[in-house]
Structure formats: C-alpha cells, structure tokens
C-alpha cells in the first residue's frame, strides 16, 4: 500500500471576496502533532493554488485532502445537466466548462457559472428561486451521497442545493476551478489512480473525521483546545503547541490532517465496493466512505 509522508487538509469556501475566513490549511507528519500553516493573512483561493503547484514542482511525498465535491451527481441520470447539449462527459470536462464559464470572475469565484441560463436550471439559488429542472427535496445526490446517507458514514448535500449552512455546491464550483487550473500537475483519485511516488488529492468530509474522533453528529464543530487535543488523540496525534486560530474550520483541518493519516493505511477506504470505472470519471468519490 502506498505510504505518504506528509498529510494535508485543506477545508475549502465558495464565499464572496478574496479572503474568505472559512479557507484553513493543516498539515501533520508521519508522527506528532498537526500545524496550521498559511501566509500573515488569510488563505485566498488563488493562494491555495499557488501552494498546490509548490509541491507539484516538488513532487513532494504528500496526500492532501478537499473538503469540497469534486464532482456533480451524473450515475442517476446520465448526465450532469439534462437538457444542456454542452452538459460535460466528464469530470474534468465540468472542471473546464466551469474555468471557462467563470474566466472574468474574479478570485477563483464561481457566480458566472451560476448565472448561466442553462446551468442556473438545475439549482436551488434562494428562496423562491428554484430552477425548473431543480429535482426537488434535497437535491440530486452523487451515488456516494446516496450510499453515505443510508450507511449513516455522513450527511453530505446535493452539490445543487445553494441555500443554507450546509450547502457545498458554491465552494464545489470555485474548487473545480482550481482543479482545472492545477491542469493535471497532481493525481486525484478516483479520477486517477494513485501514484506510486509525489503528492495526491483526495476529496474529504470534514465531519467524518469527526464523527470518527467520536464527536456526536450534532456537535461536530470543536472551538476549545480541549476538545481538540481530546480528539486529536483518537487518532493518535499530539495537540498543537501553538494556535493562531482557533475557530470551527482551523479544527477542521487539524482534525482531518490526523485522521487522513490514519485512514490512509486502511485499504478498503481505496477500494470502496461501489465505486465503478464510470462513477470515477464523472461523480468521483469521497475517500473514507466505502
């Protein structure tokens, strides 16, 4: 099985402007205690980008772990967006159209694509403003969306639900833009296979990590020192020395950092039963769900 050397979590925003304040960075080692790392101010997605292509060029021995979705649900209709004759094949096609829908759109944001008359169809933007091919409910699910919420492993959103605390579907976009930006200078799995040597992205849940450290669904978020270092702990990681931050998304990186580098070493997480060759291209899947 491969190992990896470094672990990063990068928990990810949609929101408007160039520093939003739900971007945070952890990184842990092979043993020891998880660090936030990032520049004096805070994270911009471009930055975001800019350190990925760092250990692109490095080639460094690193998993780095997104909590966004990389891809849209696809399996259930064969398409990401019925009636749009340039719905993309695929996933990195998505990435592309996204890019390229969203190129005057200023740090890495998505609205252009939103504001789309096809793409605008499939989502729920607001209250009373629902696209007419909007599924109704909660939204279309990816199959490993649907399989979390029956196994009970997570709780994920539809991708085309753009209303409420919970909705993925805005930083899913901005993060598909930095995905096609990054133009394949490092693997992603499933999209990929995973390379023998050098960096790797996964997507990730933050709250399964959570779940995992043992924190009820309910109260997943952790604002104190202590109920990190309690958590960290789970997973056989040291509570940090330092913290300059101490809000719910830097925890949700610290926490995730361990946890990735636990989970990395469990083989079935790599080899979830559901997951085809087809799903792999276009819907991806969340690692840690299987």
């Given at each position: 099985m491969r190992r990896f050397s470094r672990f990063a979590c990068i928990d990810w925003s949609g929101a408007v402007g160039e520093f939003p304040s739900g971007l945070a960075l952890a990184?842990?080692?092979?043993?020891?205690?998880?660090?936030?790392?990032?520049?004096?101010k805070r994270w911009s997605r471009q930055a975001v980008l800019d350190w990925l292509l760092e250990l692109a060029d490095a080639g460094e021995d690193i998993l780095i772990g997104l909590d966004l979705s990389l891809g849209f649900p696809f399996n259930d209709q064969g398409s990401f967006f019925p009636e749009w004759s340039d719905s993309p094949a695929d996933a990195r096609a998505l990435w592309a159209l996204v890019d390229e829908l969203c190129a005057d759109d200023r740090h890495l944001a998505a609205n252009s694509f939103l504001a789309h008359p096809e793409a605008r169809r499939?989502?729920?933007?607001?209250?009373?403003?629902?696209?007419?091919l909007f599924e109704g409910g909660i939204g279309r699910l990816r199959e490993v969306e649907r399989h979390q919420r029956v196994t009970k492993q997570a709780n994920s959103w539809s991708c085309f639900n753009l209303v409420g605390a919970g909705q993925v579907g805005k930083s899913s976009l901005t993060g598909m833009r930095m995905m096609h930006r990054l133009s394949g200078r490092i693997p992603v799995w499933p999209f990929d296979p995973l390379p023998k040597r050098g960096p790797a992205i996964i997507e990730i849940y933050t709250t399964m990590a959570?779940?995992?450290?043992?924190?009820?669904?309910?109260?997943?978020?952790?604002?104190?020192?202590?109920?990190?270092?309690?958590?960290?702990?789970k997973f056989d990681a040291e509570a940090p020395s330092l913290l300059h931050r101490l809000d719910d998304h830097a925890t949700d990186a610290l926490l995730t950092s361990a946890w990735m580098r636990k989970a990395s070493q469990n083989l079935a997480l790599w080899n979830p039963e559901l997951l085809t060759p087809e799903i792999a291209q276009t819907e991806g899947w969340t690692f840690g769900v299987i």
């Open positions: 990184s842990i080692g092979p043993d020891g205690a998880p660090e936030l790392i990032g520049p004096e499939h989502f729920r933007h607001a209250k009373g403003d629902v696209g007419d959570a779940r995992a450290a043992g924190l009820p669904a309910n109260t997943s978020k952790i604002r104190d020192a202590e109920t990190l270092a309690q958590a960290l702990a």
